[in-house]
């Protein structure tokens, strides 16, 4: 088996930002009550017209690139994981176009706000087995574009930006994508979902049926309890199959979707709040784009050094959750 370790990251946001004052003149709520309730004070929002999730993964992708020097010519896989695509058949073939990464077979991987966990997930098999040697992988997200800006409930949640990873091959010894837990409720979708409605209609003999997208829907309570429930057992067993404790735990990377989610599960596994990464506050929850988001500006304020253990976790929509443990080692 090879070694796969993450060697680059990269973030990018839109310029524009809403804050929970600007939300307030827009629906009946009140910066009070959001940052009480979510610890959100304001989001980034993509405008500009054909703008779209393809610029802001590309320009996370650039910084994870020029990071390290790398040569686009030399990514062989690219996983884009996004629910907020610009083309049903996939955005992540742009991504590689504008990159110019050319050498690199490119797919999307839905699986909303976990999709940046499966991304690791499947990047590090396509390493540790061999067939791969240099992975991008994107979690970009522009949910903006999905929301009712009517519904209070949901607008003052969520926030448009991306996050890059580099993910290459090493030694076994160097390996340090530790190991991973999934899963997925696919009973509970409805809780949280942009879901498809059709409409019938004739064509000469034939009753069909198309529709289109509507808005996010939520429940936010069952989503809540969901959340503080699933992620630390997630995390328990991902540690325990690793024969770590929450004691060897440096830094809780969790999806950013909510300062008393975040600090519900820290509670639950009796990790120190001070162990939990959180930028929430700036752009709310990024779905895909969250956790590679605070891990750039983390690393940036060199908060992560070599050797820390790094328990990563996403949960959202499906409903999916999971865990992945990772060494840094750069
Ligand atoms: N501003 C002001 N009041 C609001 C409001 C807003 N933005 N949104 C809802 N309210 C009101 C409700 O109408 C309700 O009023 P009522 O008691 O008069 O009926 C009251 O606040 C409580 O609403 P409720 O939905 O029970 O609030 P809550 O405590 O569950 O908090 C969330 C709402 C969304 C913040 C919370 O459920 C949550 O964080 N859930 C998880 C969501 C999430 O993270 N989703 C993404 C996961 S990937």
Redesign the pocket.
Known sequence: MQGARIISVGSAVPDLRINNRD?SQI????DE??VT??GIKERRVLTGANKSVVDLAYHAAMKALHNIRMDPLEIDLIILATSSPNDLFGSASKVQAKIGAKKAVAFDLTA??SGFVLAIVTAAQFVQNGSYKNILIIGADVLSKWIDWSD???????GDGAGAAIIQACSEEDNAILGFQLNTDGKQSDE?SITYKENPYSLNTFQLFQGQFQYIS?N??E??KF?VSKVPASITKCLNALDLSTKDVNWLLL?Q??K??LKAVADRLSIDTCKIISNLSKYG?T?AASIPLALDEALQNNKITKEDIIVISG???GLTWGTVVIKWKC
């Open positions: 939300i629906v009946e709520t009140s009550w959001i309730r979510t909303a706000c209070r409930k949901t607008c003052i949640l969520f949280l939520m936010g309570k989503v809540y959340a999806h979707a909510n008393r989610i929850n779905s949960f959202g929509a």
